[in-house]
């Protein structure tokens, strides 16, 4: 909740909405206790009396009634009933477009006709004969008012079930025994609860609107009672010779319904979860750059980082994703980045191409250069010209990161066009060739499917055609095979070594998994908390892990046919990059530290050919664990 405010009020228009309207509740809530003259009572000698006047601080209406008293009341009616009719709204638009979306097929089909036909006529003439049927009068008002929005709650709340009455936690819920209306309560409701607030905070000014519409009509409160729009309504008739008849009701309203307004905009900004992450804003094109120190001069080979330094300032708090990380690939190499998650490997590498989301990301130190050049420092047209085209990226999710709705034909076309003019037929054929190249059965056909219509390994081997088509030199690619099963990871793990072998491919490999870095990487860094603790060649590595960070993450891997062999989890949990400790950031899980490990920064140390950033490195033998 204290979050929940925080981020409410770094939003100052919401902040102001929130206090405007509070102090408009507290004025209608004391109403009744102020010393104020009846608002009903009618003093004709009094009519029309101007604001300040002896008695009557905004003046007196038609039948000098006192403006002020029939202000406060009126806006204690108009909140109250158009609150009202926002929640009726919402109880019964959200309730039957939960079912509708929940239930789906037949009921879905049904329940929404209906609601279809409601939307069918315009809101206003259906609220008017609503109240025709039912009479003037505030209450009917009121129901009119909340049944022409119930439509718009019902398909907005249908449409986020639909989306989350196929996910795997309902499935779960389903094989754990529950029934429908569980599932409905404890699965659906909370997720779907975020929306219904925020359909509620931002239509509620716009029902109170029409609620002052039709008693402006006079169809809603009935004289003498006032309220907003029945006083606006009375004053119709004066409005050039008393405006302020006119003008006061018309300040109330709308000082109410800004307020909400603003308010229900912050509400929603603040609700939403990817903003918690302190991103209020749009991510820019390109992560902000703001290096403090000189950065190192860019050095020769095809893709080099030094010293990268990239954070995430949220609020108060820092987190320092990657802290000072230097790597370097070649032509026809790979370089494997592992380490727990968390550690910084995939902000590592959305650094290389300015693609951290900004804000909150920043790249804050160090350079990454791309055969000689500073991409740090670069243009976004600069970084453009080379994403997908120079340097390509692969993720782990080819279904979320393929377009549902195009082929995945045209979505080679799309990538090859986006940096080139490539008549479309030779497109169309270069397509092909790439699904080939990757080998997807059956290319010409295949390239007319849609994502879904593929496996996870087949839409894998589209994703590396996509990465493929401007033949790029560099690819990164981030966890690709950790979605698929071990015989698809497997063939897509040779794919990749022989595209590499044939085109001369540099590639940055992340995972989780020694057995992948073991098959494919001609080098290895190790990270733990944003830095490289342990680098080196491979097969060195694995041989003869030195960091004891290594030696503990290679001891979790299960090996085939050791079925008995303990596997040794690694006690605690890596730091959070927002809370750092001093020295060694392994040194709280690690068997071998030393007070000293605990203070100042610990280099990585080059021996060779290879690099730890440890004090007290280890050798093969010393941690007791079976490899
Ligand atoms: N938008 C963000 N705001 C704050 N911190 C973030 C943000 N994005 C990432 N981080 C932090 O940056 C750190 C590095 O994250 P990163 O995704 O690079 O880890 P990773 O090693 O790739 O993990 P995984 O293997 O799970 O993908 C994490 O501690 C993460 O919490």
Redesign the pocket.
Known sequence: MIQFLNLLFRNRLAGLGAGMLVLILLIALITPVLPLPDPNITATADRFMSPFSEGHLLGTDHLGRDLLSRLLSGTRLSLAVGVAAALIATVIGSSIGIVAGFLGGRTDNIIMRLVDMLMAFPYILLALAIVAALGPGLNNALIAVAAVNVPFFARNIRGVTVGLANKEFVDAARLNGMSNGQIIFSEILPNVLPVIVIAMSTTIGWMILETAGLSFLGLGSQPPQADLGSMLGEARAALITFPHTSVVPGIMIFLIVMSINLLGDGVRDAIDPRLK???LSRPLPATIVERKEVPPTPDKDLLSLQELR?E?H?GE?V????GGVSLKVNKGECLG?I????????????SVMGL??SP??KIVGGTVSFQGKDLVGASYNELRSLRGDRVAYIF?DPLSTLHPLYTVGDQLIEAMQAHRSVPQKDAQARAVELLEAVRIPNAAQRVKNYPHEMSGGMRQRVSIAMALANEPDVIIA??PTTALDVTVQAQILSLLNDLRRERDLAIVF?T?DFGVVAQLCDRVAV?Y??QIVEEGPTAAILDDPQHPYTKRLMACVPELGGGKRELHAIAGL?P???QLPQGCAFAARCEFAQEVCRQGGIMLEPKGERAVRCLFPVNADQIEVTL
């Open positions: 992450s302190g991103a990239t995430f949220v708090r987190y320092k994703a990657v980045i380490g727990e998650s968390g550690s910084g490997k995939s902000v590592t590498a959305l951290v989301a909150p990301g782990q981030d966890e992340i989780h990270m908390a944003g890596p959070a990059v927002d």
